[in-house]
C-alpha cells in the first residue's frame, strides 16, 4: 500500500485541507485537530455528532501558525462573535495548546422511541483534540471504503490498496516517520452526516460497518519516531 492522499483537520469536526506532505510526531499531523469549538454554556467541545452545521465549515492554518474558519457563505474568521453567530449558540475557539483541564464532548448513546438520539458525555484526549489517546493518526485503504466516499470518515492518511486492518498489533514505517497502529477505529454517528459537494445524509453507512465489521473502519496508530509522510510513500514495516 502507498499514501494516495494526506489530510489534516486544523478545527475539530470541520472540513481539513488536502497536503502533498506532512510533518507528522506525538500528537499526529502537524496542525491537526489543534483548534476545537467549545460551547460557552456547557463546556462542552462541539463536534458534528450533535452540531452537523460544523462540517459545512472549512479550516485553513494561516502562514503565522494560526488558524482561519471559512463559513459557507465565504465569511474567513477567527471571531468568537462571528462563529458564535453562525451556529446560534455562544462559542469559543480554542487551541488545544492553550487549553487546560478535561475535555468533553457528546456522544450518541441509544436512539430513544421518537427517533432522536440521547446522549452520553465523555472526555477526549490531552493534547491534540483527538477523541482517543490512542489514536493520534488514522489510516484507511481504498479496498477498505469501496464506493463509499473517503471524506466521511475524515481518515489522515488514505492508503491505495487493502489490508490495514492486518496492521493492528504491528509497527510501521510511512515516510521517515515510525506509526504503532493499536487499534481499529470505532464509528458513530458522525459518518451518516451531509457534507458540502453532494454527500447526503446516509444511515445506512453506519448501518453497514456494524453489521459487516462491527463497528469499526480504519486504523488509528501512535507516532514513537516523528518524520515526514509525502503522497506516494510506501507502507513499509518498521
Known amino acids: 500500500m502507498h499514501v494516495q492522499e494526506l489530510w489534516r483537520y486544523p478545527v475539530k469536526s470541520l472540513q481539513g485541507e488536502r497536503l502533498d506532505t506532512a510533518d507528522v510526531g506525538p500528537e499526529g499531523l502537524s496542525g491537526d485537530r489543534q483548534w476545537a469549538l467549545f460551547d460557552r454554556s456547557t463546556g462542552y467541545g462541539l463536534t458534528a455528532r450533535r452540531v452537523p452545521d460544523l462540517l459545512f465549515a472549512a479550516a485553513r492554518l494561516r502562514t503565522d501558525g494560526g488558524v482561519e474558519v471559512v463559513l459557507p457563505d465565504g465569511t474567513v474568521t477567527a471571531d468568537d462573535d462571528?462563529?458564535?453567530?453562525w451556529l446560534g449558540r455562544?462559542?469559543?475557539?480554542?487551541r488545544a495548546e492553550t487549553e487546560q483541564g478535561p475535555r468533553q464532548?457528546?456522544?450518541?448513546?441509544?436512539?430513544?422511541?421518537d427517533g432522536e438520539y440521547e446522549w452520553d458525555a465523555f472526555e477526549g484526549a490531552s493534547g491534540a483534540f483527538h477523541d482517543s489517546s490512542r489514536i493520534r493518526v488514522s489510516l484507511v485503504s481504498t479496498g477498505t471504503l469501496g464506493t463509499w466516499d473517503r471524506r466521511r470518515f475524515r481518515s489522515n492518511v488514505l492508503l491505495a490498496g487493502d489490508g490495514e486492518d492486518e496492521l493492528v498489533g504491528g509497527t510501521v514505517r510511512l515516510g521517515t516517520a515510525v506509526l504503532d497502529v493499536g487499534t481499529p477505529v470505532s464509528r458513530c454517528v458522525m459518518v451518516t452526516r451531509p457534507q458540502p459537494g453532494g454527500i447526503g445524509r446516509d444511515t445506512s453507512i453506519l448501518k453497514t460497518v456494524h453489521r459487516e465489521r462491527g463497528g469499526v473502519l480504519a486504523v488509528g496508530a501512535l507516532v514513537p519516531v516523528p518524520g515526514r509522510v509525502a503522497v506516494g510513500d510506501e507502507l513499509l514495516p518498521a
Open 82 to 85: 462571528v462563529l458564535s453567530a
Open 90 to 94: 455562544q462559542v469559543t475557539l480554542r
Open 105 to 113: 464532548y457528546e456522544n450518541p448513546a441509544v436512539v430513544a422511541a
